[in-house]
């Protein structure tokens, strides 16, 4: 192999790592984000439009009986 293609390769397989940890990263990132909205008595939120507003994309809702 020539010098030039070494590097390239090597370039390569950076950009290739690279492109990997983007992915993982973006891709768990939201459900590492995730919460848990509580809905019931005594708890933060007392009804379901509550609970919803404020919640986001991968989140969970528990609701309380009561």
């Known amino acids: ?22 992915v993982f990263f973006f891709g768990f990132g939201s459900v590492c984000l995730a919460k848990t909205v509580y809905m019931g008595p005594g708890e933060t939120y007392k009804s379901l439009n509550a609970a919803f507003s ?6 969970t809702l528990i609701i309380r009986d009561g």
């Open 1 to 22: 192999m020539k010098i030039n293609e070494k590097l390239r390769h090597l370039f390569c397989r950076i950009i290739m790592v690279d492109l990997v940890c983007v």
């Open 54 to 59: 404020a919640m986001s994309g991968g989140d």
